[in-house]
T-cell receptor, first 114, second 112 residues
Framework: SQELEQSPQSLIVQEGKNLTINCTSS?????LYWYKQKYGEGLIFLMM?????EEKSHEKITAKLDEKKQQSSLHITASQPSHAGIYLCGADSPRSGGYNKLIFGAGTRLAVHP | EPEVTQTPSHQVTQMGQEVILRCVPISNHLYFYWYRQILGQKVEFLVSFYNNEISEKSEIFDDQFSVERPDGSNFTLKIRSTKLEDSAMYFC??????????FGPGTRLTVL
């Protein structure tokens, strides 16, 4: 079965610093979703990547998909305390006639200190 | 901006009792999902629902679980006889097509 590994598991940065979170899949990626979760709350959709080499940005967050490496990275520029939370990557499982059963990584816990 | 809503936010029940978790997906969405997250663990897929039927379910989604879209707005998850290990955060998600999933805030289920 497909597994997603996120690194690092946790990250503490100073406000204003840039950071990168990685998500590596054990199998081919058909689509990769990034979500942000505050502790004990719901998942906030950030962006979804489908094609190899695809890059999307939302405010100061940029995500890229390297299909050959079966990997995606999430980059935050000039981090702010509001970026703190748990970042989750989710991937479409190989299609078995189903409709987007997402498999998630364990998450990267980000703290941003003023 | 439209959001997925879920009720209740927290449900406490006794082992063996039936619970119904409710979700109101975003109004023009056609694809519906339930996931759960046991404390400290990964978010796990339970079931997907499209065109008034289950399209896929995980091995977690056994005979104790059922889903229903009783009217044009609600999407429910029923657990017939809750077990201690059913304690988790349950998330509903919906999408206009199969390429998007917007999650609700979750219902925390505590089974005593």
């Amino acid at each position: 079965s497909q597994e997603l590994e996120q690194s690092p598991q946790s990250l503490i940065v100073q406000e204003g610093k840039n950071l990168t979170i990685n998500c590596t899949s054990s199998k081919t990626l058909y689509g990769l979703y990034w979500y942000k979760q505050k502790y004990g709350e719901g998942l906030i959709f950030l962006m979804m990547l489908q094609k190899g080499g695809e890059e999307k940005s939302h405010e100061k967050i940029t995500a890229k998909l390297d299909e050959k490496k079966q990997q995606s990275s999430l980059h935050i520029t000039a981090s702010q305390p509001s970026h703190a939370g748990i970042y989750l990557c989710g991937a479409d499982s190989p299609r078995s006639g189903g409709y987007n059963k997402l498999i998630f990584g364990a998450g990267t816990r980000l703290a941003v200190h003023p | 901006e439209p959001e997925v809503t879920q009720t209740p936010s927290h449900q406490v029940t006794q082992m063996g009792q039936e619970v119904i978790l409710r979700c109101v997906p975003i109004s023009n969405h056609l694809y519906f999902y339930w996931y759960r997250q046991i404390l400290g663990q990964k978010v796990e897929f339970l079931v997907s629902f499209y065109n008034n039927e289950i399209s896929e379910k995980s091995e977690i989604f056994d005979d104790q679980f059922s889903v229903e879209r009783p009217d044009g707005s609600n999407f429910t998850l029923k657990i017939r006889s809750t077990k201690l290990e059913d304690s988790a955060m349950y998330f509903c998600a919906s999408g206009r097509d199969y390429n998007e999933q917007f999650f609700g805030p979750g219902t925390r289920l505590t089974v005593l």
